[in-house]
């Protein structure tokens, strides 16, 4: 290294450092989620999960027979990773349908992502913060709209507007919808379903 040479320590990821169990009563946007792909008799779909949780409930419920739906989960949670790490190493089945991975969903890039049927964004605008702005990370309305265009026309994007974010989420989710090819169809339990159109 010459004496010229700058280094600069990178940002450091804005991790969500917490395990997040299944909390049914103070979150259940998740099992409001199934209920929903059950009462719609949804089968053999591509989901994108944002969010898996500790518990992996949504990749594990929608390996069951009746759902069969393939689910690409993201957690910003090394330990929520772990867990995915555990629960793939035991059942190896399940990672015939269902994978998690580790990272910022504010980081996401569409070349590195698939087609979607179906997108749950559950968790807008509840962990981003200045901190990824230090990566130039994207805002919830980027990732709304990338995830938009990775999902097929017809098929839904969800939100939940239990969140706790949900007031500074709302008025995002306005402004992506009266901007994108999507109408809202469905209001389910905690629930608001748009359908994508073209
Ligand atoms: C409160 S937990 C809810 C988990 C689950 N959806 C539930 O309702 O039980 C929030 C989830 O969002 C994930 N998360 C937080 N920030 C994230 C980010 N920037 N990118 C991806 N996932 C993130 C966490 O890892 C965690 O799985």
């Given at each position: 290294m010459t004496a010229a040479t700058v280094t600069t320590t990178p940002a450091p990821m804005n991790i969500w450092d917490v395990y997040w169990g299944l909390r049914v009563e103070q979150c259940p946007c998740d099992v409001h989620f199934v209920e929903w792909l059950e009462e719609q008799?949804?089968?053999?779909?591509?989901?994108?999960?944002?969010?898996?949780?500790?518990?992996?409930?949504?990749?594990?419920?929608?390996?069951?027979?009746?759902?069969?739906?393939?689910?690409?989960?993201?957690?910003?949670?090394?330990k929520e990773y772990d867990s995915f790490v555990k629960l793939a190493t035991e059942n190896p089945t399940i990672t015939k349908t269902y994978s998690a991975y580790f990272g910022d969903i504010y980081t996401s890039n569409a070349r590195l992502l698939p087609r979607f049927d179906i997108v749950t964004l559950f968790h807008s605008c509840e962990f981003r913060h200045a901190m990824n702005d230090a990566y130039g990370a994207l805002t919830d309305?980027?990732?709304?709209?990338?995830?938009?265009?990775?999902?097929?026309?017809?098929?839904?994007i969800l939100f939940y507007t239990g969140s706790f974010a949900y007031a500074a989420a709302e008025t995002v989710i306005a402004e992506w919808a009266a901007s994108s090819p999507?109408?809202?169809v469905a209001a389910f339990k905690t629930l608001r379903v748009f359908a994508k159109t073209a």
């Open positions: 008799g949804v089968s053999g779909k591509r989901i994108y999960h944002f969010g898996t949780g500790g518990h992996h409930y949504v990749g594990i419920r929608c390996a069951e027979p009746e759902l069969d739906c393939t689910v690409l989960g993201i957690t910003a949670s090394p309305l980027e990732v709304m709209r990338l995830f938009t265009a990775q999902t097929d026309a017809g098929g839904h999507v109408r809202e």
